[in-house]
Antibody
Framework: QVKLQQSGAELVKPGASVKLSCKTS????????MSWFKQIPGQSIEWIGM????????GYNQKFKGKATLTVDTSSSTAYMDLSSLTTEDSAVYFC????????????WGQGVMVTVSS | DVQMTQSPSNLAASPGESVSINCKAS??????LAWYQQKPGKANKLLIY???TLQSGTPSRFSGSGSGTDFTLTIRNLEPEDFGLYYC?????????FGGGTKLELK
């Protein structure tokens, strides 16, 4: 079955960067799209961007350009998101999710990872 | 960006009852509206897409309706596992945007 397993919670200092991972199994990673999302606890979900694992092509929400960088490693079927120049406003739960093949909705999600930015 | 407004933000109901959750887009999104369920400790679950198409595995007590700017998620004969958070998402144009969420609680 399809699984998206995200890395563990992170505590990082302001100004630092963090790299989150999303290891997948149960489907053909190299022909799929992966999206990432941000959710501040108690608030709604924001779409950060998307990457096509086949060629690494990306598309970003303008709001997150310069903040997030998406990459993939097809040899390990893993997607990554780098978050840079972190501030307290980046403290949130981050999700990865697979885009469905036929429409731009997200049919499988990771469990989410909490990133806390604090000195 | 398309703004998505959900109502109500909180909803209390009992098992066996029926409830409706509304989602309004700031501009027409045709039929391209999805609904998700979010529960603590579980992966988010896609319930419905394209306004009314049930995702594989979604129970038939869930239904979606609407087009243009106004959409509704209806859950009939609530089951205990239906309580949680619900979000709508427009999938008509970039960037994909979500509603503010509706918390469905046990009365």
């Amino acid at each position: 079955q399809v699984k998206l397993q995200q890395s563990g919670a992170e505590l990082v200092k302001p100004g630092a960067s963090v790299k989150l991972s999303c290891k997948t199994s149960g489907y053909t990673f190299s022909t799929s799209y992966m999206s990432w999302f941000k959710q501040i606890p108690g608030q709604s979900i924001e779409w950060i961007g998307m990457i096509y694992a086949g060629d690494g092509g990306t598309g970003y929400n303008q709001k997150f350009k310069g903040k997030a960088t998406l990459t993939v490693d097809t040899s390990s079927s893993t997607a990554y998101m780098d978050l840079s120049s972190l501030t307290t406003e980046d403290s949130a739960v981050y999700f990865c999710a697979r885009r469905a093949n036929w429409v731009s909705v997200f049919d499988y999600w990771g469990q989410g990872v909490m990133v806390t930015v604090s000195s | 960006d398309v703004q998505m407004t959900q109502s109500p933000s909180n909803l209390a109901a009992s098992p066996g009852e029926s409830v409706s959750i509304n989602c309004k887009a700031s501009k027409s999104i045709s039929k391209y509206l999805a609904w998700y369920q979010q529960k603590p400790g579980k992966a988010n679950k896609l319930l419905i897409y394209s306004g009314s198409t049930l995702q594989s595995g979604t129970p038939s007590r869930f239904s979606g309706s609407g087009s243009g700017t106004d959409f509704t998620l209806t859950i009939r004969n609530l089951e205990p596992e239906d309580f949680g958070l619900y979000y709508c998402q427009q999938h008509n144009e970039y960037p994909w945007t979500f509603g503010g969420g509706t918390k469905l609680e046990l009365k």
